[in-house]
């Protein structure tokens, strides 16, 4: 079921105490949901492995565990299985700062695996985590548009909903705790492999000939291409490829999935072909967006090598 943004307003204007929210991990989506809770009026610390990045009010602390030890609730937003094993385990880890009871919020695209083996060492120690990943690029995450997509059970999740409401449009209760994880790739699967038969359908028209600027507009009319994708090919025609989400990111979701897909003997021959796209666009532009690949194919049909 669906819970949408609607009387987001209302709930805020209830809240009588100022909870802090602690974030492990501070990058581009972190640093715009941190400022989207602190509007809500919760307050915000974290800690990043480099101790960069973030939007210049939030205080930086020198470790997982210290954050968790000060913050009411925990965020987690870091890119892959390793920096989440990284900054969750071990003597300065998250878990060895968190309170009985705490809520622990996991917005990372990580493997299934990884996300349950973290709800496993929570449940040891009395902590409540959630499988919670996001979907939606830095925009959504700056509008607080971002589409929650959590696993657990229906009282954890509802303690989290004033959270995800104000860094998401709606939540999607997936189902039992790793739900989340499970949901995040399907949707990623499909947004990779619908750019890459975008940019290959490109490819296909500029070497047969037709016009650049006719191409791209035409594509940003018809129905066919989703508003995501849509918003790709505008920034593809300006050979604008800032990272609203890179293609390390991308690519490294696709080899989730398809791993995951492998595991349950499910056969995933389009996915596959994408990620081998991914790859390539990855050795070429790892941080740009992983819209990069329409560039990629452009310039191997342009032949200006």
Do not use: W
């Not at 309170?99 to 060492?121: G, I, M, R």
């Not at 449940?123 to 607080?144: F, H, L, R, W």
């Amino acid at each position: 079921m669906a819970q949408t943004k609607a009387g987001r307003e209302r709930i805020y204007s209830k809240m009588t105490t100022q909870q802090t929210i602690g974030f492990i991990g501070f990058g581009a989506m972190a640093s715009r949901m941190a400022a989207n809770l602190e509007k809500a009026g919760y307050a915000a610390i974290a800690y990043t492995p480099s101790g960069k990045g973030g939007n210049g009010s939030t205080p930086f602390l020198a470790s997982p565990a210290e954050v968790a030890q000060k913050a009411d609730i925990v965020l987690v937003c870091v890119p892959d299985d390793d920096a989440l094993a990284a900054s969750m385990y071990g003597p300065t880890g998250t878990l060895a700062g968190m309170k009985a009871d705490q809520l622990l919020l996991n917005t990372s695209s990580v493997s299934p695996e990884a996300a349950d083996a973290l709800l496993k060492a929570g449940q040891e120690k009395n902590y409540v985590v959630i499988d919670c990943p996001v979907s939606g690029s830095t925009p959504e995450a700056e509008g607080g548009n971002l589409v929650v997509l959590a696993g657990g059970e229906d009282a954890a999740i509802a303690r989290a909903k004033p959270i995800f409401d104000a860094i998401g449009k709606t939540t999607i209760h997936a189902g039992p705790s790793g739900s989340g994880a499970r949901l995040k790739l399907v949707i990623n699967g499909i947004m990779g492999a619908g750019l890459a038969a975008v940019a290959e359908t490109i490819a296909y028209g500029l070497a047969a000939g037709l016009d650049r600027s006719m191409l791209f507009d035409a594509l940003d009319e018809v129905a066919v291409i989703s508003p995501h994708h849509k918003r790709k090919i505008r920034a593809a025609k300006a050979g604008d490829f800032s990272p609203q989400f890179p293609t390390r990111l991308m690519q490294k979701d696709m080899r989730l999935l398809m791993d995951a897909a492998a595991r349950l003997a499910v056969p995933a021959p389009t996915l596959a072909a994408t990620t081998q796209q991914l790859s390539l666009t990855r050795r070429a532009a790892e941080d740009a967006d992983y819209s990069a690949l329409i560039g990629v194919m452009e310039k191997i049909v342009a032949n200006d090598a």
